[in-house]
């Protein structure tokens, strides 16, 4: 059965640490992986595409099939960074059907 | 125009009214997606249209009603909702096919929607 795992609920770092959220999957099929962001008040957003490799806000992401793992790293986290951040795996076929992670919070403190 | 618009923002209603939901892009994406989200959960799948025709019913109950009338306005018809259905309503769009430049959801903000 297809499924995304983030084991964290609530990751918290201070300033210019570095973060990792992490996110696993299980998928028979060939994946593909996003990262989703849910700032405080604001709108679901796409932060990152595996296809794309792709840097955006300094985060990367790189799939590792092998471990069929799709963490989220950035060297050096920023106050901005705090929010909700959800792994997704689109399942193949026609109807871009997402299935989301439960989910990890973000709190880098000052 | 790169934005999900979706209204009202807020909506209360009794469990014997019927309501709409309304969804509107104009990005030329062919798949609309309606999901619901409880507080600190991810997103639940509830419909999937694919070139206005609905593609998926994840088993949702009758009275959510989705229509989609064009290929830029999805709708949620509500109707005798209960309490448990309060929650925030999520509409997203994308491109079908991976091979039309498939970039993932554009998600609109939501209608938050308490049923009293």
């Known amino acids: 059965a297809q499924r995304v795992t983030q084991p964290e609920k609530l990751l918290s770092v201070f300033k210019g640490a570095p973060v990792e959220l992490k996110c696993n999957y299980s998928?028979?099929?060939?994946?593909?992986l996003f990262w989703y962001v849910q700032y405080s008040r604001q709108r679901l957003q796409l932060l990152l595409r595996?296809?794309s490799r792709e840097s955006i806000k300094g985060f990367t992401a790189d799939l590792n099939k092998g471990e069929t793992s799709f963490h989220l790293k950035k060297p050096f986290a920023q106050e901005e960074d705090s929010a909700m951040y959800y792994c997704?795996?689109?399942?193949?076929?026609?109807?871009?059907?997402?299935?989301f992670g439960q989910g990890t919070t973000l709190q880098v403190k000052p | 125009d790169t934005e999900v618009t979706q209204t009202p923002k807020h909506l209360v209603m009794g469990m014997t009214n019927k309501k709409s939901l309304k969804c509107e892009q104009h990005?030329?994406?062919?798949?609309m997606y309606w999901y619901k989200q409880k507080a600190k959960k991810p997103p639940e799948l509830m419909f999937v249209?694919?070139?206005?025709?609905?593609?998926i019913n994840e088993s949702v109950p009758s009275r959510f009603s989705p229509e989609c009338p064009n290929s830029s306005l999805l709708n949620l018809h509500l109707h005798a909702l209960q309490p448990e259905d309060s929650a925030l309503y999520l509409c997203?769009?994308?491109?079908?096919?991976?091979?039309?430049?498939?970039?993932?959801?554009?998600f609109g903000s939501g209608t938050r929607l308490t049923v009293v």
């Open positions: 997203a769009s994308s491109q079908p096919l991976p091979g039309q430049g498939y970039r993932g959801y554009t």
């Open positions: 998928y028979s099929g060939s994946p593909e």
């Open positions: 595996h296809i």
């Open positions: 997704a795996l689109k399942l193949s076929g026609n109807t871009g059907k997402l299935i």
């Open positions: 990005m030329g994406h062919r798949a």
């Open positions: 249209y694919s070139y206005e025709k609905l593609s």
